[in-house]
């Protein structure tokens, strides 16, 4: 047995975790929706992503285990068998929801009802029809290219004796999901659906003998040639266009697809038959979240955010308030408002001079966006990292940075070869003639809109020692020094990595002087081989260590000999849990940090990242206690290889907890 | 107030940005890797590549100054520009691209920052040089050494040893020979400092400038204390391996790895000349230094008074009469001083009076002949870090024009000297030609003078006996005197019997 549990498998297996919430009838009926369409929608990436590197790796002959023990085919076959038996649960809980969805009023019919054919036969004819184009695959016609995640018709048909083939490509633009309100109930019907009841007219003068959907997946997994690439914005334009070409990674098929058919899709789609998943119900389920506001009563009550406790009145100045003391707060309990009102205030404060952030992912019609770009109308230096490979965010990121660009902001796009993951904002100002540094250092991206759904963790303050490192911070970022001396932050690629090992190594060497020693680290993934090597070597040295992962965990806990001390919870539930936090007993004088890094070598070494080290005791004493209760929560919990989660519905739930208690 | 000070090295561009308010904050340090001293030191030029990259850079550090507010900024060029051929269109280019007006530091300026820092830097730098201390800035463009025994520079140069500039020299030999070649060039300017100082006036080492980065980089030090044989085991390690080994093998940046075995070499030495196996060193960079230098942070309080001991260092070595040259001094700052709404000369000129004064008569070693010449020559020659060169040209001149006769044949360099400010040298030459006058027999028969200005000047001097050769010399001035200040001059001589 291998000490490292396969990230991809672990990976998986968190998707199942997320699955299972829309099994759990506590959680509201669409919200279960929700969760359903979020279990989609991950497994999707996971095969535009993880899968097709895995398949470049079988493709380059390579085939050396990795430190899990498999080797690429062994994995590949691994991922296929669990997808499978996932998808398979997948079309279950499905069933179950459409099932339990009957008594909320919401039907999901079958089209060939009488009193739909009015409705459906307009729709079609006057939606649908006039965007689609059937295409027969014939040697005259050339095949077309079929985009990734993109759903396709196949039919086959006859006339006069002959059969034919026809495809039929569903445009991005036309909607997924059609909703016919009668009284107080709700029936939905899918584009594909409608189309297939009306086959026959859009393929008039043919016979359709058998027809059915498929879909493909592509690798989109962006591979920049920086090093040659002058102008970084024009090269990931030019990916964004060549995302949905990538190679085949899966293909789903589901209904009456003959033998013959799908050889021919084989052929010229280029794939392999042995990758094909047959589904039995819907394919792509990822259209679900277009039904989550269809009623609010089935949703999770609104969650009232509590201001952060020291946010002053309007009138008063916010920076003289974090000047006396550092503001912190936990997304999404507390608003994370008093962020952008800090950008808005400073884009209007006169003795603000300059503002400095990155921006990872931010949501549309940011209002932070908005501040930046009234700060440098008023002749402020402006500066924003912007990382245009967050992957799935690039044509978002590029639309902000040309606006920010043209108002005249200072744009960079960060540094070749590591994308930048860290969160942090600086405002430099003057006070009584001296400057002044506001430093915002958060576990999450300035995105007003997932700040209501992500948990997180923000800190702002005044600290010299901190503005001065986030200063150093975009000097790298900006290419204004190579300097990299770090007075108290950690940043990775340079010194997170280390200062970690070196907590770990000193909560080792108190617990060989018969010191309590404990550490417990809330993350998303944990996968970094160094960092698991020294927590079991932390574990056989008596250290007690939690490990509250909510994602990929290739650490193996509970294993007699290796990490008998070593507990590891995943929190999954209503918020995506998403703030990472570092607890350190270090002698009996704690040490907490927040960063914007999980323990994986992409984040250790291929990325720029933070690690903040809270130094205000009342932050200390939150941090405390949020780790406290996440450790309590009725969570699932890893044994070895295997996720479990305790029988009784009556524990704690750490999001309800904090919803209702302050942090 | 606030100040930035941004130095263009002849390996990489600094810029320096900090506070001063009741105590120094330092809110910024950037460093941008270019060699434009690469350029400079093997073409003899900077290509306009590099003029352009530097110019990038620039309206990088224009951004800084921008973040901060900073109005006042100074950016100094060292070595790597000063000595380019197209010095002026680097300037002017660098100018109208990123708006950052660069000035040139001349490198009595540099050498003298570097000492005044490392006084304030580095711990009981006075009880040092009261032993002999030099001061070693080991840059990539030159070698500042900086020798001072007892408030007295014993040497002081800015010499073209620096690491780039080695680096550049015998970049065509072998890696395998190359230290070689180095260790023998670099012999040759410690045996030029070597002939400059007494046996035993040097016992201590300080090193500064940026090799003191790369030493921080190579050795985890505690103390600010480097020693030889650390220096040493580097050495053998590294000096014969290529570029990509010295980095493998010390984890340097390749800027820094590509002069090390050059840096090594001059270190060690120089721990050789001054025979001592450790040295301490001082962390600060060029560029705070320049900004304490400049913001009047830090200052050099003794400086007046080591210049004075280095020019009688100076005039004993060429044999001038020490006793004559002090009285004469006494009586050139008294008139200087008596006659300050004739003359309206800046405090700055006293100090080229008392230069013109104390060595006036070294020209004499050479040759009696050309002795006002010769006198012109070694007096333009000097450096003291601290003093403007400025003020040695103008003594220079002072003591040609008080001494020429109509024979003497004017020396290289005076004609443009004298053509900067030719007023102002005819009122010190006429002063000190007054206070030459006052000890003309050099047996200080005068004791003290008093003057009174009405419609003539009247010098009034206590003597002891009767001042025959002052009387003839006071005759002969007269004419200039009045030449120069438009109101005649009379001596009156009282005789004090003792």
């Not at chain 1, 550092?326 to 950008?343: A, C, G, Q």
């Not at chain 1, 993951?421 to 100002?429: D, P, S, T, Y």
């Not at chain 1, 950690?490 to 997170?496: D, E, G, Q, S």
């Not at chain 2, 003839?472 to 005197?481: E, G, I």
């Amino acid at each position: 047995m291998s000490k490292i549990i396969n990230r991809e498998l672990s990976w998986l297996r968190f998707n199942e975790r997320v699955l299972a919430e829309a099994t759990d009838k506590r959680n509201p009926l669409l919200e279960r929706l929700r969760f359903l369409a979020i279990f989609a929608s991950n497994l999707d990436e996971f095969f535009m992503v993880r899968v097709s590197g895995l398949r470049e790796q079988i493709d380059a002959g390579y085939n050396t285990p990795d430190p899990s023990g498999y080797v690429p085919t062994e994995l590949l076959a691994a991922i296929m068998k669990l997808t499978s038996e996932l998808t398979d649960f997948e079309e279950r809980v499905f069933s179950e929801l459409k099932t339990d969805l009957l008594g909320a009023g919401i039907f999901f019919p079958d089209l060939s009802e009488e009193i739909f054919s009015d409705t459906l036969e307009t729709i079609f004819l006057d939606e649908i029809m006039p965007v689609i184009t059937p295409v027969t695959i014939d040697p005259s016609h050339p095949f077309p290219f079929i985009y990734s995640r993109r759903l396709c018709i196949v039919a086959q048909t006859e006339r006069k004796g002959k059969v034919y083939t026809s495809l039929i490509m569903i445009p991005e633009t036309l909607r997924r999901v059609f909703r016919l309100k009668i009284g107080q109930s709700v029936y939905i019907f899918t584009v594909e659906d409608i189309i297939m009841k009306y086959l026959h007219i859009l393929l008039k003068g043919y016979t359709v003998k058998a027809a059915g959907l498929f879909r493909v997946t592509r690798d989109a997994d962006l591979d920049v040639a920086e090093e040659e690439s002058a102008d970084l914005l024009r090269s990931v334009e030019h990916l964004l266009s060549e995302r949905k070409r990538g190679d085949v990674n899966r293909v789903e098929i589901s209904g009456d697809i003959s033998e013959q058919a799908l050889e021919l899709l084989s052929e010229k789609v280029d794939f392999e038959l042995s990758d094909v998943q047959r589904v039995k119900s819907k394919i792509d389920l990822t259209f679900l979240f277009s039904l989550c506001d269809l009623k609010k009563e089935l949703l999770f009550p609104p969650l009232a955010q509590r201001a952060i406790r020291r946010k002053p009145p309007e009138s008063s100045g916010l920076f003289d308030i974090i000047k006396e003391k550092p503001l912190y707060f936990f997304r999404p309990y507390n608003s994370f408002s008093i962020v952008s009102e800090l950008i808005a205030a400073a884009a209007v404060d006169e003795d603000v001079l300059a503002i400095k952030m990155t921006l990872y992912r931010t949501n549309t019609n940011s209002t932070i966006i908005n501040s930046l770009l009234e700060a440098a109308r008023r002749g402020k230096q402006v500066s924003v990292v912007v990382e245009l490979k967050a992957r799935f965010d690039e044509e978002r990121n590029i639309g902000w940075a040309k606006n920010l660009e043209k108002a005249g902001c200072i744009v960079t796009y960060g540094i070749v070869g590591l994308k930048i993951h860290a969160k942090c904002l600086l405002i430099v100002r003057t006070e009584d003639e001296k400057i002044v540094r506001y430093t915002h250092a958060a576990t999450g991206n300035y995105n007003e809109i997932t700040a209501n759904i992500y948990t997180d963790i923000d800190y702002i303050t005044a600290d010299e020692d901190i503005g001065r490192d986030a200063t150093q911070l975009f000097n790298y970022l900006m290419g204004f020094t190579e300097e990299n001396i770090w007075r108290v932050m950690k940043v990775a690629p340079f010194t997170l990595k280390d200062a970690v090992l070196e907590m770990i190594d000193r909560e080792i060497s108190f617990a060989k002087k018969g010191l309590d020693a404990e550490i417990i680290i809330k993350v998303n993934s944990i996968t970094d081989l160094d960092i698991i090597e020294k927590l079991y070597l932390a574990s056989s040295e008596g250290v007690n260590i939690h490990l509250i992962v909510r994602g990929i965990c290739a650490l193996r806990p509970q294993v007699k000999g290796l990490s008998e001390n070593i507990t590891v919870i995943s929190i999954v539930g209503r918020f995506l849990e998403h703030a990472r936090v570092l607890y350190f007993q270090h002698g009996g004088v704690p040490r907490y940090f927040i960063t914007s890094a999980d323990l994986m070598p992409r984040n250790l070494i291929g990325r720029v990242e933070l690690m903040v080290e809270a130094r205000d005791e009342d932050f200390k004493r939150s941090l405390n206690h949020f780790l406290r209760i996440s450790l309590q929560d009725s969570a699932w919990s890893l044994t070895d290889e295997r996720y479990s989660k305790p029988e009784e519905r009556n524990g704690l739930i750490s999001q309800h907890y904090f919803m209702i208690n302050e942090i | 107030m606030r100040i930035a000070i941004i130095n263009v090295g002849a390996s990489a561009f600094r810029m320096y940005i900090a506070e001063f308010l009741r105590q120094e904050r330092a809110l910024d340090f950037l460093i941008k890797p270019l060699r434009l001293g690469e350029d400079t030191f093997s073409k003899g030029y900077i290509s306009l590549e590099n003029v352009k990259k530097s110019t990038d850079i620039l309206k990088l550090f224009k951004l800084k100054l921008e973040e901060y507010g900073v109005k006042d900024y100074r950016a100094l060029c060292t070595s790597g520009v000063r000595e380019a051929g197209n010095k002026e269109f680097f300037l002017d280019y660098t100018l109208h691209n990123s708006g950052i007006r660069l000035e040139v530091l001349e490198p009595w300026e540099e050498s003298y920052i570097k000492y005044v820092g490392a006084k304030n830097s580095v711990d009981n730098f006075n009880e040092l040089e009261q032993e002999g201390v030099v001061l070693a800035n080991v840059a990539s463009g030159n070698v500042n050494l900086h020798a001072t025994l007892k408030n007295r520079v014993v040497f002081s140069g800015t010499l073209p040893y620096g690491s780039l500039r080695l680096r550049q020299m015998f970049k065509p030999i072998s890696h395998m020979k190359r230290y070689r070649a180095i260790q023998e060039y670099v012999r040759i300017m410690i045996n030029s400092v070597a002939r400059a100082v007494e046996p035993g006036d040097i016992n201590h080492l300080i090193g500064a400038g940026s090799s003191i980065n790369m030493m921080l980089s190579l050795f985890d030090l505690k103390d600010n204390r480097i020693h030889l044989n650390m220096l040493q085991d580097v050495y053998q390690k590294v000096r014969t391996l290529p570029l990509e080994e010295i980095m493998e093998t010390t984890n340097l940046r390749s800027e820094q790895a590509s002069v090390l075995v050059t840096t090594l070499i001059t270190y060690i030495e120089l721990m050789k000349l001054v025979k001592t196996k450790s040295f301490v060193f001082s962390r600060d960079t060029f560029p705070r230094t320049m900004a304490l230098y400049y913001s009047g942070k830090i200052r050099d309080s003794r400086l007046s008074e080591r210049a004075k001991n280095t020019l009688m260092h100076i005039a004993k070595r060429y044999n001038a009469d020490i006793r004559h040259a002090v009285w004469v001094n006494h009586f050139a700052r008294k008139i200087f001083k008596d006659l300050s709404d004739l003359h309206s000369l800046r405090n700055n000129m006293r100090f080229a009076l008392e230069t013109a004064v104390i060595l006036n008569d070294v020209g004499n070693y050479i040759a009696e002949l050309d002795a006002a010449a010769n006198s012109f020559n070694i007096i333009k020659a000097i450096q003291i870090p601290g003093i403007d060169a400025e003020v040695f040209h103008t003594a220079a001149c002072v003591v040609f024009e008080a001494n020429r006769t109509p024979r003497s044949i004017a020396p290289g360099g005076y004609v443009e000297l004298i053509g900067k400010n030719p007023l102002t040298i005819r009122k010190l030459a006429a002063i000190q030609k007054l206070a030459e006058a006052l000890d003309a027999a050099r047996n200080r028969h005068i004791k003290r003078i008093s003057i009174s200005i009405s419609d003539t000047i009247i010098v009034t001097a206590d003597t002891v006996r009767e001042t025959y050769l002052e009387a003839y010399a006071f005759d002969n001035l007269k004419q200039y005197f009045a030449e120069t200040f438009g109101i005649p001059i009379e001596l009156k001589t009282r005789i004090c019997y003792e």
